[in-house]
């Protein structure tokens, strides 16, 4: 494919409001992450897949975050009552074997802005 | 705690110019080092990597583990070398980046 690819590129949500980030991988990558890059800052890891196993977790800031893949290809990045404070570009990048072994591949971001 | 520092938001040169990008990390083990560059409008992308000691776009950098430093060079720049860089660090057999928060690099005529 050309790429991964995430939907939308643009995101404006009401403050409380629910959203559903898309995440499309390169077709056949095992790995998939989701990060979180705020203005100004560099990415932050937020969750990693493994084919659809969540593996880790560790970087989602809040329990409103929930990300799942179910069959191992594409991913949803869900944040449910949303901030002001979750606005940021998320981005998704996937690699071709598990572990972090080979180049990680990014999307073009979604730009969420919680208004 | 792992931590990459970039310590320059801006860095402007004129074109033909030496570029160093700095890139300063904290880690005990023993860790792969990355580069990314952000061109305008385009995705995060791999520049280079440590491990693989190449020359890409004629940028270079070397890990020099006494400084826990990993500096990127190029010792003539180009205006199309005008991006966002990244520098990241992969604590040695997990899988998560630890970004830099970044030098936009303007490489001027």
């Known amino acids: 494919g050309a790429g991964v690819s995430q939907s939308p590129r643009y995101k404006v949500a009401k403050r409380g409001q629910d959203v559903a980030l898309r995440c499309d991988p390169i077709?056949?990558?095992?790995?998939l992450f989701w990060y979180q890059q705020a203005l100004g800052q560099g990415p932050e890891f937020l969750t990693y897949?493994?084919?659809?196993?969540?593996?880790?977790k560790s970087g989602l800031p809040s329990d409103r975050f929930f990300a799942e893949r179910p069959e191992g290809s594409v991913s949803t990045l869900k944040i449910q009552r949303t901030q002001q404070e979750d606005s940021a570009v998320y981005l998704c990048a996937s690699s071709l074997a598990a572990g972090g072994n080979t180049e990680a591949f990014f999307g073009q971001g979604t730009r969420l802005t919680v208004v | 705690a792992q931590r990459v520092t970039q310590p320059e938001k801006l860095l402007s040169v004129f074109k033909g110019a030496p570029v160093e990008l700095k890139c300063n990390y904290s880690y005990s083990g023993s860790p792969e080092l990355f580069w990314y560059v952000q061109y305008s409008r385009q995705r995060l992308q791999l520049l280079l990597r440590h491990i693989s000691r190449e020359s890409i776009k004629g940028f270079t950098a070397d890990l020099n583990k006494g400084e826990t430093s990993f500096h990127l060079k190029k010792p003539f720049a180009q205006e199309e070398d005008s991006a966002m860089y990244y520098c990241a660090l992969r604590a040695s057999g997990t899988y998560k980046y630890i970004f830099g928060t970044g030098t936009r690099l303007k490489v001027l005529a």
């Open positions: 077709s056949g990558h095992v790995s």
């Open positions: 897949f493994q084919n659809e196993a969540q593996l880790d």
